[in-house]
């Protein structure tokens, strides 16, 4: 079974710019994540997809990112205009269905690291 | 309130020992307690999970301890081994919800 999978892997960007970055989640998985790791952090959830809708979006910065999963599969994760402070891992995560309090492991992939100059 | 606590930071032990992670967390609502293993370049994988109704949960080489009363949980690696070396979180999760509560993190060296 292919994991998650996520591009680009390595990203540098100037402040004020933006970047976009996108995740393929494991076949079948209804339930995507988006997660932000700051160096030294763990995981932070940014926003939480069912299908193509918005479960939980409380913790992203909806000012400068935006997040969609059309169709229910792939999603992708924007940052306009990036500062300095959003240099981070960004981390799909992926599960075959609500987690519903762990019932459900998620799969995660490999992150995105992106510096911000 | 949300807040998980992890320590140590850091945690070298020779090949062979026992390694120790603790976490601790104030929300009695929490009530999924996973732990999760992250080698460079990866992202985390779960590694044992425990819920509050049990106090101890063992999967080869990985046990849970969990105490209830004191809202404390920690990872112990037992017979610890160099390809155990990587960064270890907890997490918490509260019931009928997805949103995972990580603590900071324990990058664990274990020398041979």
């Known amino acids: 079974e292919a994991g998650v999978a996520q591009s680009p892997r390595y990203k540098i960007i100037e402040k004020r710019q933006s970047v976009a970055f996108w995740c393929n989640p494991i076949s079948g998985h209804a339930t995507l994540y988006w997660y932000q790791q700051i160096l030294g952090q763990g995981p932070k959830l940014l926003i939480q997809?069912?299908?193509?809708?918005?479960?939980?979006d409380s913790q992203l910065p909806k000012d400068r990112f935006s997040a969609e999963r059309l169709k229910g599969v792939d999603s992708t994760l924007k940052i306009q205009p990036a500062k300095l402070e959003d240099s981070a891992v960004y981390l799909c995560?992926?599960?075959?269905?609500?987690?519903?309090?762990?019932?459900?492991?998620?799969?995660f992939g490999p992150g995105t690291r992106l510096t911000v100059t | 309130q949300q807040q998980v606590k992890q320590s140590p930071q850091s945690l070298i032990v020779q090949k062979g020992g026992i390694s120790i992670i603790n976490c601790a967390y104030e929300?009695?609502?929490?009530?999924?307690f996973p732990w999760y293993q992250q080698f460079p370049g990866k992202g985390p994988a779960l590694l044992i999970a425990i819920r509050p109704d049990v106090s101890e949960k063992k999967e080869g080489r990985f046990t849970i301890s969990f105490n209830k009363s004191a809202k404390q949980f920690s990872l112990h690696i037992m017979d610890s081994q160099p390809g155990d070396s990587a960064t270890y979180f907890c997490a918490a999760s509260m019931k009928n919800t997805d949103k995972l509560i990580f603590g900071t993190g324990t990058r664990l060296q274990v020398f041979p």
């Open positions: 997809f069912q299908n193509n809708g918005v479960v939980d």
């Open positions: 929300n009695t609502a929490f009530d999924y």
């Open positions: 995560a992926s599960s075959p269905l609500g987690a519903a309090g762990g019932l459900y492991e998620q799969y």
